[in-house]
């Protein structure tokens, strides 16, 4: 009997090893085939794209003609945008997120709004592109602006920034909450200077995530009716803009071959600023790291 148990646990071992390695190889073609297919796109842009980024291309507004079309309106634009969207997004996001997880009590209701403010972050971008031209456009008439476009954008990034704050405040030890009360200091006191501090990696890998994908977005802005050709910078937060989103759009979408190399251009300036947030926020999140 013992024999016939020793030799079925045996089966079942080998069964889950052959498994685990079928699993692995599966993991290991799927990542080999998305980093190719990453290859081969970065290898297409950055050959079609890199005969057009010169200083011309960075200082000209867009034009009809390839050879002096510039990106200059569009990418000051996306400055003003994120300018907006970055600070109302993080300070309402994180507010959210403290109230959520330290002074919310534990019932049904708020429950039920924690469950759809996880449900919003998988929301499709057009609907809130909807709400943001029936809110901000419209009903407050701010327009085709800045702010209405930054509010627009903070709307669609604001619950991933809410559930990753949640998770990274959620993963502090309730131990040191306990030893900062037990040393006297108030509930604020503690979550500003030991919760906060002890979640701000988590919550700016949230924050990375979210404000990468709205400078990106380009389906809210199509909605709420942002131009695609400006001739002008804007002045204040109630000007007309354009941004890197709309501008490439607009760019590769013609039937001309050679704004699709500008196109290209444009999208190289693009992952540049994205890279130039990600490398800020990342070297302000391991400072934050190896200090708590």
Do not use: C
Request: hydrophobic share 55%.
């Amino acid at each position: 009997m013992k024999y016939l148990n020793d030799t079925a646990v045996m089966k079942r071992m080998n069964l889950r090893l052959k498994m685990n390695k079928v699993w692995k190889a599966i993991f290991i073609v799927a990542t080999t085939f998305a980093l190719i297919t990453l290859l081969i796109l970065l290898v297409r842009i950055f050959s079609q794209g890199l005969s057009h980024l010169n200083l011309n291309f960075l200082s000209n507004f867009a034009s009809r003609v390839p050879e002096k079309a510039g990106i200059k309106a569009a990418l000051i634009g996306s400055l003003w945008l994120m300018a907006v969207v970055a600070p109302v997004s993080i300070l309402l996001g994180v507010s959210s997120a403290i109230y959520l997880e330290e002074y919310a009590k534990k019932n049904r209701f708020n429950d039920f709004i924690r469950i759809n403010i996880s449900n919003l972050a998988g929301v499709p971008s057009i609907v809130f592109g909807l709400l943001g031209l029936t809110i901000f456009v419209r009903m407050l008439d701010l327009g085709k602006s800045i702010l209405a476009a930054g509010f627009t954008m903070s709307l669609l990034i604001l619950p991933i920034i809410i559930v990753s704050a949640q998770e990274a405040i959620r993963a502090v030890p309730q131990e040191q909450r306990e030893a900062s009360y037990g040393m006297g200091a108030t509930k604020w006191q503690t979550i500003v200077k030991v919760v906060l501090p002890a979640a701000i990696p988590g919550i700016l890998t949230g924050s990375i995530l979210a404000l990468s994908r709205a400078i990106g977005e380009t389906a809210p802005l199509v909605v709420i009716g942002i131009p695609v050709i400006l001739q002008f910078l804007p002045e204040n937060l109630l000007s007309t803009f354009t941004a890197l989103p709309m501008q490439i759009f607009d760019w590769a979408k013609r039937p001309q071959e050679e704004f699709q190399y500008v196109a290209a251009a444009g999208i190289i300036v693009l992952m540049t600023l994205l890279v130039f947030m990600n490398s800020i926020a990342i070297y302000i999140r391991n400072k934050f790291q190896k200090r708590y």
